[in-house]
């Protein structure tokens, strides 16, 4: 297997937004999905051991289908599935603000990607269910592995054909989810590209969560308490944003914190589940986090990405990026067209 470990510094030109850089045509829709799972039993307030809890239902789910800008036939049937964090929806993917700049759906979309954005369960317009009995790390990947499936098939509004290669791209709880489907159906997806991600223990002193409808009590007004989201923009700048000095635009941060969404208490209390290894996925793995990223790095050169490849022995390479200057969020950063960038650049050296 290969593997590499890479800091990024491109010039300018490199980062030139692609000649078809305009605005894509896109398609909204709630899928109805339908998943079982067996959750944690958190009425102490803690995961116990083992899942016990059978949960099963059929929910909305927000789904973004985008078209590419510039025909390229050798890409027409490989779809990149994005699946945001937490604190976050799939506007994280397909940005309102300074889009030319910050949207990932545009960008891949000029090079020649058709994307389908997944706001996920609990998140923006999809269903709000149970944010502690439902809304878990097991049920999450269920629900995920569900959209995967009829994704290649092409069921879904929009699509007009079915999809021969899948590239998932999570990013944070979105990565999480990616892991663990891949740990338990690695032949879902053809490539998974994991960023603000790694293997290990969250500090959850660093993440400030408060009920979303104490923040904002019309925007998320008859949401339970189990629906959770950052206080305040300080708050949202120390975890999600760089502390380097003049590495975003506070514009970005103040239209990233306008539109925040939840997290719910239920996956934050069981993400462990589905961070462990994946020893039978045989595709291509991209591990892509901010130097500055305060949850999933453990020094300022993010040097144990690096040993992220142990945990995906047999996958066909393995190769990790490090972005200076950036936090949590690489898309809202002004290094944003470099994660990008790395990420197509990856992409093509992998043959997609």
């Not at 790694?198 to 009590?217: F, N």
């Not at 206080?231 to 239209?255: E, G, H, M, Q």
């Not at 925040?260 to 045989?282: C, H, K, R, W």
Request: proline share 7%.
């Amino acid at each position: 297997m290969r593997s590499s470990l890479i800091t990024i510094t491109l010039s300018a030109a490199a980062l030139a937004a692609p000649s078809n850089f305009f605005s894509p045509q896109c398609v909204d829709s709630i899928a109805q999905i339908s998943a079982s799972a067996t959750n944690f039993d958190l009425s102490t307030g803690a995961p116990p051991a083992n899942a016990t809890v059978p949960v099963n239902g059929t929910y909305g789910i927000q789904l973004h289908f985008c078209k590419p800008t510039t025909p390229i036939p050798s890409r027409s049937k490989t779809l990149q599935v994005l699946v945001h964090g937490i604190g976050l929806n799939g506007g994280y993917w397909y940005s309102g603000f300074e889009p030319e700049k910050y949207s990932y759906v545009r960008y891949m979309a000029a090079l020649g990607f058709p994307t389908l954005t997944v706001t996920r369960l609990g998140y923006g317009n999809s269903s709000h269910p149970d944010p502690v009995g439902v809304v878990q790390a097991p049920y999450d990947v269920a629900i995920v592995s569900a959209i995967l499936k009829a994704a290649r098939e092409g069921n879904f509004l929009g699509a007009t054909c079915a999809f021969s290669r899948i590239v998932y791209v999570g990013h944070s709880y979105g990565s999480i989810i990616g892991n663990g489907v891949i740990a338990s159906q690695p032949k879902l997806i053809d490539a998974a590209v994991l960023t603000g991600y790694s293997h290990g223990e969250i500090d959850a002193s660093k993440i400030a969560l408060v009920p979303a409808a104490t923040v904002d009590p019309i925007r998320f007004a008859g949401l339970p308490d189990g629906y959770l989201t950052t206080p305040n923009i300080t708050s949202r700048a120390a975890t999600f944003f760089s502390s380097t000095p003049n590495s975003y635009d506070p514009k970005a941060l103040a239209f990233d914190f306008a539109h925040e969404d939840i997290a719910a208490f239920g996956e934050v209390l069981t993400s462990a589940y589905a961070v462990v290894p994946a020893p039978e996925f045989t595709g291509p793995v991209l591990a892509i986090n901010g130097a500055d990223d305060i949850l999933f790095c453990k020094d300022t050169t993010c040097s144990n990405l690096k040993a992220e490849k142990t945990f995906y022995p047999k996958a066909k390479s393995f190769d990790a990026v490090v972005i200076p200057s950036t936090g949590h969020s690489l898309n809202f950063h002004y290094s944003a067209p470099k994660t990008f960038f790395s990420i197509n650049s990856w992409l093509v050296r992998r043959g997609f």
